[in-house]
């Protein structure tokens, strides 16, 4: 009996949580450069489980020159969405770092408008407005003043996370074309297995620095991102399968936003300022809602 999409969701949403949540606690920790904890935690959580799930799930590939492109592209975009987003949420609070980073959601609507030729409509409009203003607030939500050096800081972390949404924009874009000509058991292993790949040939140019620093803690921390990211994916792509409404899950899967600002401040203690934060939360999280109606 297939799983119903109510708990799928309600499962990716709370591993989603989690995985934020270690990913900003590990990144603190690490003295890896950024390439090597994305790399391990594919190797060792992402990609073991996609292999798993994929090979349980029908996994059929209709393979031509375009789909090895496809991939290519995705896999790449994956490969830095994943290393650029250590760097980021490694110098940014949870909070932030996820409020501006939604705005990929406008990356996705700008290469369906031009790549696809999709029109754009009134909410898509409205709600990428409300994921700017959103981002805006966040950006400008310190607890406290900072000092010249934190504030160059905080500047480049907000520049690293758009550039995150971008490349997480062009691989959502791209990973949808690929669903076209294969099946979800498939992508978990060909897709995952190319971005693996792609992470691994990113890490070996850092591997002389990064070598040394090896540790059983990078490597338990990596372990256990990789497989909260894995679970996290697995279940919104049975939930997408089971529901068939991508709108129906965007919008609950916005929940994850204010969730997640909610756990940042009991359990990571981050208190950026309430009233600038919050406001942005929640336009985020109104932005996603328009946008997925």
């Known amino acids: 009996m297939p799983m119903p999409w109510q708990i799928a969701i309600g499962l990716a949403i709370v591993a989603n949580v989690a995985t934020s949540l270690v990913q900003r606690r590990y990144a603190q920790k690490s003295v890896l450069p950024a390439s090597w904890p994305a790399f391990m935690s594919y190797f060792f959580g992402v990609m073991p489980l996609g292999i798993i799930v994929g090979l349980v799930l029908p996994h059929h590939v209709h393979w031509s020159w375009w789909l090895g492109l496809l991939l290519f592209i995705e896999g790449t975009a994956m490969c830095l969405y994943n290393w650029i987003a250590f760097k980021a949420v490694k110098q940014l609070p949870v909070a932030s770092y996820q409020t501006i980073y939604q705005t990929y959601a406008i990356v996705v609507i700008a290469l369906g408008w031009t790549l696809l030729g999709e029109v754009l409509t009134g909410n898509q409009l409205f709600g990428a407005a409300l994921l700017l203003i959103a981002a805006l607030l966040a950006i400008y939500a310190p607890a406290k003043k900072i000092s010249s050096a934190g504030l160059m800081t905080r500047k480049r972390a907000v520049l690293l996370t758009f550039l995150a949404a971008v490349f997480l924009g062009i691989g959502l874009v791209t990973e949808k074309a ?25 890490a070996a140019v850092h591997a002389k620095s990064a070598l040394h620093k090896l540790t059983g803690s990078e490597f338990k921390w990596s372990a256990i991102m990789g497989l909260a990211n894995g679970i996290t994916g697995v279940f919104y792509v049975i939930a997408i399968f089971n529901s068939d409404n991508i709108s129906l899950m965007t919008a609950i899967g916005a929940l994850t936003l204010p969730l997640l600002a909610i756990a940042a401040h009991f359990v990571l203690h981050e208190r950026e300022n309430p009233k600038l934060l919050w406001s942005g939360v929640f336009l985020a999280f109104a932005g996603l809602l328009v946008l997925a109606f």
Do not use: E, K, R
């Not at 076209?180 to 691994?200: C, D, P, R, W």
């Open 178 to 202: 690929a669903l076209g000509h294969m099946t979800v058991g498939a992508y978990l292993i060909f897709g995952y297995g190319v971005q693996t790949l792609a992470l691994l040939l990113l």
